[in-house]
């Protein structure tokens, strides 16, 4: 019988008790056994998961190949499948009827809808046969510029269903960001809607696609679905709608053979340098991924209702409101709208009154509902099916953990902090729901396959051992991680795999404290986390020297209590004479080049940033200054130390 450690909250008894079936994990003594199975027995371990969860046209001969130090890591080889077949069809020709997806709209007034395994497959071959209509084969990537609406996940799979590749774009996202997304991929093809609603507010999603297309002769079709039926600009010949197209095809088409290693969906994320990447992941490896940890992770059934509120526009919502639910045969709530409209209790009705078994959402908007929620407004909700609740995208405080855990649930159900990124597909670091005992503010154990390292940053030794600090890593490559960056294998590599050769370097710091638990510090890199979103410095600091006035910018993560992170600006101007409300413009800059959401809490003027005398930006004092810490450190390698003395009298000022 494993020891517990000490600090940790077991899972209560009652937990077990009011599980509908059984759980997947008999308890920690089988996960821990599992797990060593999958470290030292990778192979089998995976194999023997991949024809358990996931169904082949054509079985796989070769398990894994290839290695990290080539980036070459390969799965599943000779194997074919279909991911909308995995996700759709196995369900359908079992149970027809069984819902597959709950649509809660922003306007709790407006109605929801259910749709079933059913009509999901056949809305999707509709789609699908619009897609090939209009040229897409296999292999071509689709960009989808959505919110979060069912017709999302339906633009996806019918993607899938042909062999096209999805491009999921964030709604969020400006035009000029949009745009360079879809250069980069060479979609000819775009789906999107006509607006959106989110929070009670309207999205112009179609006035961006078209703006972000304007110069782009290739576009050959925008498929618009008719979300609000608003008023939006309209191009006969390249713009089609929905609801009209898709009742030209048939209900059903057969699914494209795809093999293992084909290309499944490309996900752009920020990096610490240079343009946003390409990530691409393939198809049985991901698919596997998202099944296991689905499975294991959340311990989800077909049964479960399994509300998860992170957006289809980030890998959250790829992985865990698309595919690992629907792989699993269960049910995903996908929500439209935000935690707080119309009231800050929409979470709790929300989960009320779809019964949902599992939530999964941002610590972001936990410090936010903390902050407005009192015990009383929530507790008349029956949440009594809930059983685990999710953390994902940045640590959580464990104050935050307790507040989750019993406003939520009430203290009823399991809360497991989810560490992953874009690159690993799927968990990597996670509480095993009814199974881990839990340690507020650790995101646990190494998932099934995951051999991690805590590496000196300087020396790129593995630190043995547990109380150790360093940074995160990954030894050996597992199913779902992604296999490139689309068009640049050699960044791939720098980015991930030179920084500590013969591992995966993971950007974020970690410690491993005397029971072996792991707790995230953050990025080690420059790339910042706001609200859960992952902002490259670089990309920001970019968009800022296109501003005519600025000569220069730094852009540095300044710890918020509610947001994680904020970003804040230093730019130094071109002219002495600065524009009136410059801060304004450069904030609006900002969002115009990148999107609301990247938009910085403060901007500040300096004559000149402080530099070394070769030129480079010193940061690190950047960052001192702005968190309120007087103390520079060392100051002699600057060029022109005046600049601290003026940087310091702005932020008195400012106090
Ligand atoms: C899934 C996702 C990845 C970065 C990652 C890390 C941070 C994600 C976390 C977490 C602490 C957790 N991060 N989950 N930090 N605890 N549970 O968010 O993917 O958008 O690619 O961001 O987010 O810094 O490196 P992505």
Known sequence: MTKLAANTIEVDA??????????????????????????????????????????????????????????????????????CFNCVDRHAIQDPNRVGIIYEPDDPANDCRSITYGELLAEICQLAGFLRSQGVKKGDIVTIYMPMIPEAAIAVLACTRIGAVHSVVFAGFSAGALRDRIQDAKSTVIITTDEGRRGGKTISTKVVVDEAVRENHKISTVLVYERTGGQIPWMDGRDFRWKEEIQKYPAYISPEGMDSEDPLFLLYTSGSTGKPKGLLHTHAGYLLGASVTGKYVFDLNPQDRFFCSGDIGWITGHTYVVYAPLLLGSTTVMFEGTPTYPNHTRLWDVLEKHQATHFYGAPTSFRVLKALVDKADVENHDLSKLRALGSVGEPIAPEIWKWYHSFMGDGNACVTDTYWQTETGSHIIAAYTGVTPMKPGSASFPCFGIDVAILDPTTGEELQGNSVEGVLAVKKPWPSMARTIRGNHDRYLESYFNTYNGYYFTGDGAYRDADGYYWIRGRVDDVINVSGHRLSTSEIESALVEHESVAEAAIIGVPDDLTGQAVNTVVSLKSKQAAMNIEKELILQIRKVIGPFAAPKRVIILPDLPKTRSGKTVRRILR??????????????????????????ILQKAD
Not at 15 to 32: I, V, Y
Not at 624 to 632: I, M, P, V, Y
Request: hydrophobic letters at 35%.
């Open 624 to 649: 001192k200054a702005l968190s309120g810490d007087t103390e520079f450190g060392d100051t002699s390698t600057l060029a022109d130390p005046s600049v601290i003395d003026e940087l310091t009298k």
């Open 14 to 83: 009652k937990w077990r008790s009011r599980h509908p079936t059984a759980p997947h994990l008999a308890g920690l003594d089988e996960f821990q056994s599992l797990y060593q199975d999958s470290i030292h027995n990778p192979s089998q371990f995976w194999a023997k998961q991949a024809r358990e969860l996931l169904s082949f046209d054509r079985d796989f001969h070769t398990t894994t190949s290839g290695s990290f130090h080539r980036g070459d890591a390969a799965w599943f080889l000779g194997g074919q499948l279909n991911a």
